[in-house]
T-cell receptor, first 112, second 114 residues
Framework: EAQVTQNPRYLITVTGKKLTVTCSQNMNHEYMSWYRQDPGLGLRQIYY???????DKGDVPEGYKVSRKEKRNFPLILESPSPNQTSLYFC???????????FGAGTRLSVL | AQSVTQLDSHVSVSEGTPVLLRCNYSSSYSPSLFWYVQHPNKGLQLLLKYTSAATLVKGINGFEAEFKKSETSFHLTKPSAHMSDAAEYFCVVSLAGSSYKLIFGSGTRLLVRP
């Protein structure tokens, strides 16, 4: 089954404690991206990757890092989380930005 | 700058009546436009997309949208609302050229009354 898998689905952490949210897709997609969803703001793109070892900033990259060492995986790293990063995060993949995006189920993060 | 504006944060309709969710975009280039739906506690699912072919695009579950370049609009419609249509809907623009960014509207929450 074609899918984008995010883990964990829910995470509560404290300020400053490094965390990683994993994202994996099984569709051999080149393009992957991370979004955060906040009430009234829709989804905002954090980072995207056009292929292995090729990443670029989206609209709200501050406080986040990503890597794309393998085509299927695109982890999101918060080196020192802060409360303003409390949000719902989505990973997505596609054959290209103009193609259909396939979304993961989301990761709800709370930073205390 | 490119942007997407969803004109209504909430839309409430009765079951069986038409649905209209409005979206305007601003882009210097020929955009690709999408509508996605998000049901509660779910990820986003594609409803339909426009990529410079026919201006009237048909999607899943009876939804359709019309691209109007002169009005820079891409409104989503459905002739008859069903209870299962209650969800949040996002208008999205993908820019032509070298940019790989996607820009999401702020969303419209559709409520369907019995």
């Amino acid at each position: 089954e074609a899918q984008v898998t995010q883990n964990p689905r829910y995470l509560i952490t404290v300020t400053g404690k490094k965390l990683t949210v994993t994202c994996s897709q099984n569709m051999n997609h080149e393009y992957m991206s991370w979004y955060r969803q906040d009430p009234g703001l829709g989804l905002r793109q954090i980072y995207y990757s056009m292929n292995v070892e090729v990443t670029d900033k989206g609209d709200v990259p501050e406080g986040y890092k990503v890597s794309r060492k393998e085509k299927r995986n695109f982890p999101l790293i918060l080196e020192s989380p802060s409360p303003n990063q409390t949000s719902l995060y989505f990973c997505a993949s596609s054959y290209g930005a103009k193609n259909i995006q396939y979304f993961g189920a989301g990761t709800r993060l709370s930073v205390l | 700058a490119q942007s997407v504006t969803q004109l209504d944060s909430h839309v409430s309709v009765s079951e069986g009546t038409p649905v209209l969710l409005r979206c305007n975009y601003s882009s210097s280039y020929s955009p690709s436009l999408f509508w996605y739906v998000q049901h509660p506690n779910k990820g986003l699912q594609l409803l339909l997309k426009y990529t410079s072919a026919a201006t009237l695009v048909k999607g899943i579950n009876g939804f359709e949208a019309e691209f109007k370049k002169s009005e820079t609009s891409f409104h989503l419609t459905k002739p008859s609302a069903h209870m299962s249509d209650a969800a949040e809907y996002f208008c999205v623009v993908s820019l032509a050229g070298s940019s790989y960014k996607l820009i999401f509207g702020s969303g419209t929450r559709l409520l369907v009354r019995p």
